[in-house]
Nanobody, 124 residues
Framework: EVQVVESGGGLVQAGGSLRLSCAASGFTLDDYVIGWFRQAPGKEREGVSCIGSRTGDIRHVDSVRGRFTISSDNVEKTVFLQMNSLKPEDTAVYYC?????????????????WGQGTQVTVSS
């Protein structure tokens, strides 16, 4: 069974850092793309970053480029989202999602498997 489970959320002050983890099971990372998405209260779900482990394809939404880094550890079957220089507007529930393929996308409709989400709160 394909599953992804997020961890690493929490409360941090503006300017701080957090690292989110997405643990994959039931599939090989090389065959899938992993995306990170976020949803703030009253807002639509937004694609943040994605990675295709086999191709090294990486994308970020403009608002996080230069602050967030996505990486994958195929041995641990985990994808990480390192978030630096956090801002209050980064506050949201963060989800990781998986879909088969090699080219990553920030479109949530393209992903088939979703985690339960982890809360990230950035205080000003």
């Amino acid at each position: 069974e394909v599953q992804v489970v997020e961890s690493g959320g929490g409360l941090v002050q503006a300017g701080g850092s957090l690292r989110l983890s997405c643990a994959a099971s039931g599939f090989t990372l090389d065959d899938y793309v992993i995306g990170w998405f976020r949803q703030a209260p009253g807002k639509e779900r937004e694609g943040v970053s994605c990675i295709g482990s086999r191709t090294g394809d990486i994308r970020h939404v403009d608002s996080v480029r230069g602050r967030f880094t996505i990486s994958s550890d195929n041995v641990e079957k985990t994808v990480f989202l390192q978030m630096n220089s956090l801002k209050p507007e980064d506050t949201a529930v963060y989800y990781c999602a998986a879909r088969q393929g090699a080219t990553c996308s920030l479109g949530s409709y393209e992903y088939d498997y979703w985690g339960q989400g982890t809360q990230v709160t950035v205080s000003s």
